[in-house]
Protein backbone atom coordinates (compact mmCIF):
# COMPACT_ATOMS: atom_id res chain seq x y z
CA UNK A 1 0.00 0.00 0.00
CA UNK A 2 2.47 2.44 0.95
CA UNK A 3 4.37 2.20 -2.68
CA UNK A 4 0.89 2.77 -4.47
CA UNK A 5 0.66 5.68 -2.99
CA UNK A 6 4.04 6.81 -3.49
CA UNK A 7 3.19 6.09 -7.08
CA UNK A 8 0.19 8.19 -6.60
CA UNK A 9 1.97 11.13 -5.49
CA UNK A 10 4.69 11.06 -8.18
CA UNK A 11 1.82 10.81 -10.76
CA UNK A 12 0.64 13.74 -8.79
CA UNK A 13 3.41 15.52 -9.10
CA UNK A 14 3.77 15.52 -12.98
CA UNK A 15 0.63 16.43 -13.24
CA UNK A 16 1.41 19.64 -11.31
CA UNK A 17 4.48 20.24 -13.39
CA UNK A 18 2.49 19.51 -17.00
CA UNK A 19 0.02 22.23 -15.64
CA UNK A 20 2.65 24.84 -15.03
CA UNK A 21 3.74 24.02 -18.54
CA UNK A 22 0.32 24.22 -19.71
CA UNK A 23 -0.68 27.54 -18.10
CA UNK A 24 2.89 29.50 -18.56
CA UNK A 25 2.98 28.01 -21.81
CA UNK A 26 6.25 30.29 -23.42
CA UNK A 27 7.13 31.70 -19.81
CA UNK A 28 7.73 28.16 -18.23
CA UNK A 29 10.57 27.52 -20.61
CA UNK A 30 12.44 29.09 -17.84
CA UNK A 31 12.26 26.33 -15.78
CA UNK A 32 14.02 23.91 -18.02
CA UNK A 33 17.40 23.36 -16.97
CA UNK A 34 20.48 24.22 -19.04
CA UNK A 35 17.58 26.46 -20.87
CA UNK A 36 17.67 29.26 -18.26
CA UNK A 37 21.23 29.63 -19.00
CA UNK A 38 21.04 30.93 -22.26
CA UNK A 39 21.22 34.85 -22.78
CA UNK A 40 17.52 36.85 -23.72
CA UNK A 41 19.67 36.89 -27.04
CA UNK A 42 19.84 33.05 -27.86
CA UNK A 43 16.65 32.48 -26.40
CA UNK A 44 14.86 34.25 -29.28
CA UNK A 45 16.72 31.53 -31.57
CA UNK A 46 14.39 28.71 -30.15
CA UNK A 47 10.81 28.07 -30.50
CA UNK A 48 10.01 28.52 -26.97
CA UNK A 49 6.02 27.48 -28.24
CA UNK A 50 7.08 24.17 -29.15
CA UNK A 51 9.83 23.38 -26.29
CA UNK A 52 7.33 24.30 -23.48
CA UNK A 53 4.34 21.54 -25.37
CA UNK A 54 7.36 18.71 -25.33
CA UNK A 55 7.67 19.26 -22.09
CA UNK A 56 4.56 19.56 -20.75
CA UNK A 57 3.96 16.08 -22.85
CA UNK A 58 6.69 14.48 -20.77
CA UNK A 59 5.43 15.33 -17.42
CA UNK A 60 2.04 14.04 -18.66
CA UNK A 61 3.77 11.01 -19.54
CA UNK A 62 5.79 11.01 -16.33
CA UNK A 63 2.05 10.70 -14.79
CA UNK A 64 0.56 8.25 -17.07
CA UNK A 65 3.37 5.89 -16.33
CA UNK A 66 3.67 5.96 -12.67
CA UNK A 67 -0.97 6.10 -12.27
CA UNK A 68 -0.82 2.47 -14.95
CA UNK A 69 2.18 1.55 -12.42
CA UNK A 70 0.18 2.08 -9.15
CA UNK A 71 -2.21 -0.65 -10.18
CA UNK A 72 -0.42 -3.54 -10.16
CA UNK A 73 1.90 -2.17 -7.38
CA UNK A 74 -1.77 -2.27 -5.68
CA UNK A 75 -2.25 -5.75 -6.66
CA UNK A 76 1.30 -7.45 -6.50
CA UNK A 77 3.69 -5.24 -4.87
CA UNK A 78 7.16 -4.52 -4.50
CA UNK A 79 7.97 -5.86 -7.98
CA UNK A 80 5.63 -3.88 -9.98
CA UNK A 81 6.62 -0.82 -7.99
CA UNK A 82 10.27 -1.37 -9.57
CA UNK A 83 9.28 -2.33 -12.69
CA UNK A 84 7.46 1.02 -12.76
CA UNK A 85 10.51 2.69 -11.44
CA UNK A 86 12.24 1.33 -14.62
CA UNK A 87 10.17 1.78 -17.20
CA UNK A 88 9.83 5.40 -16.16
CA UNK A 89 13.85 5.80 -15.52
CA UNK A 90 14.07 4.29 -19.22
CA UNK A 91 11.75 6.91 -20.86
CA UNK A 92 13.65 9.57 -18.66
CA UNK A 93 17.14 8.96 -19.74
CA UNK A 94 15.57 8.33 -22.87
CA UNK A 95 14.62 12.56 -23.55
CA UNK A 96 17.08 14.13 -21.39
CA UNK A 97 20.17 15.07 -23.13
CA UNK A 98 23.68 16.10 -21.14
CA UNK A 99 24.98 18.20 -24.32
CA UNK A 100 23.13 21.28 -24.39
CA UNK A 101 23.23 21.49 -27.86
CA UNK A 102 21.80 18.30 -28.80
CA UNK A 103 19.37 18.89 -26.14
CA UNK A 104 17.97 21.97 -28.11
CA UNK A 105 19.12 21.74 -31.47
CA UNK A 106 15.27 20.46 -32.53
CA UNK A 107 14.14 23.45 -31.14
CA UNK A 108 15.64 25.66 -33.18
CA UNK A 109 14.00 28.50 -34.89
Same mark, same amino acid.
Given at each position: ??????????????????????????????????????????? /?? +??? $???? #? !????? %??? @??????????????????????????? /?? +??? $???? #? !????? %??? @???
Amino acid at each position: MPLTIFTLIMAIFFFIFATIFALLKEKACLLISGYNFKSKKER /LK +YDE $KRLS #L !DMRNN %FIT @YGIIFVIGSIPTYFFGMWCFILTIIIW /LI +YFF $KNVH #L !DDKKA %FDK @YKK
